[in-house]
């Protein structure tokens, strides 16, 4: 069969436009994969074969995710978090898990107004969870991936592709986790909580630090009182638009701080860590360069800092 010319430009691929990346430093990006097919289009038409460009159609369901294409997964519940946030479980085959490293994190694809686009999450469940995943999404008002999930029902199809990034973790590697953390920063550091409780081996101290704006907007206050129960971990909320101490739970009050985390406190934790600690930073772009500029004054090893 003969190919026109304007046959091979309906063929080739479509540059991605920059809303479309997700902006984590995924491996392979979109544009990885856009130059890929765009190669591999140059050499179907050099030869006049398109044959060349058919792919496999994407699994629907209940199948582990690959780095390099989505694959559809189904909504089973939509659980409200907070004012501006949901828990999302989606399904997989029953006994079968994504196989996650601690940190790692997935990369969502949504459609909104014609246009594709693609954010990184990171699942909250633990990474040996089988059956199920879950994921926790803060909706904001006008931003371009909300408008999409807004719309999930359970019982939707959703596309992630994945798993990319990661954080490296022995039992018992480090003697203590400094983990800091702001908003939705929260999730790269549930499963490493889960991942250390559940090992009876494993006698890593735990400290979390949380900002929020108010105790209102603390995600997961359930699964981290939980958490706190143990003997290893410790949970301090830093606060910055809560009027008093006297509008939290009692318990909540000794390790609650009002304000923004500064030097002071920070020095204060440090101070009071149990073991030499390893630092674990995950928040907006500002937070994290914050956390670093602190502990640099605060003398502390770049070389155990680890930002997600």
């Known amino acids: 069969m003969n190919n026109t010319k304007s046959d091979w430009l ?11 990346c997700c902006g984590g430093g995924c ?8 130059q ?40 089973c519940s939509a659980e409200q978090e ?26 969502l694809r949504g459609l909104v107004n014609g246009a594709e686009i693609q954010r990184a999450y990171t699942p909250i469940s633990a990474i040996d969870a089988s059956g199920h995943f879950e994921v926790l999404i803060k909706v904001y008002e006008r931003g ?27 039992p ?19 499963p490493i909580l889960t991942h250390v409780t559940d090992d009876e081996d494993d006698e890593t101290f735990l400290t979390l630090v949380v900002c929020a704006k108010n105790f209102q907007t603390v995600y997961m206050k359930n699964f981290l009182r939980e958490q706190s129960r143990y003997w290893n971990v410790r949970i301090f909320y830093v606060l910055s638009r809560e009027e008093s101490l006297e509008n939290l739970p009692m318990s909540y009050r000794e390790n609650s701080k009002l304000g923004r985390i500064d030097c002071e406190f920070l020095a204060t934790v440090l ?6 600690p390893y630092i674990l930073i995950c928040g907006s772009v500002s937070y994290t360069e914050d956390m670093t500029h602190m502990l640099k004054q605060l003398q502390h090893n770049h070389s155990s800092i680890f930002c997600f």
């Open 10 to 20: 309906s063929l080739r691929p479509v540059e991605p436009a920059a809303a479309q």
């Open 27 to 34: 491996t392979p990006c979109i544009f990885d994969l856009y």
């Open 36 to 75: 890929t097919e765009l190669e591999l289009w140059e050499k179907a038409k050099e030869r006049g074969d398109p044959e060349l460009l058919r792919k496999p159609k994407e699994e629907t369901r209940n199948v582990r995710l690959s780095p390099d294409t989505f694959t559809q997964f189904l909504l």
């Open 82 to 107: 907070t004012e501006d946030a949901w828990r999302y479980r989606f399904q997989l085959s029953p006994g079968t898990g994504l196989g996650l490293k601690l940190g790692q994190h997935l990369v």
């Open 144 to 170: 371009l991936m909300s408008q999409y999930v807004k719309c999930w029902r359970p019982g939707d199809s959703v596309a992630w592709r994945g798993p990319f990034g990661g954080f490296l973790y022995k």
């Open 172 to 190: 018992n590697k480090f003697g203590e986790l400094l983990m800091l953390c702001s908003g939705t920063g929260i999730a790269p550091m549930l």
């Open 271 to 276: 101070e009071t860590c149990r073991r030499r």
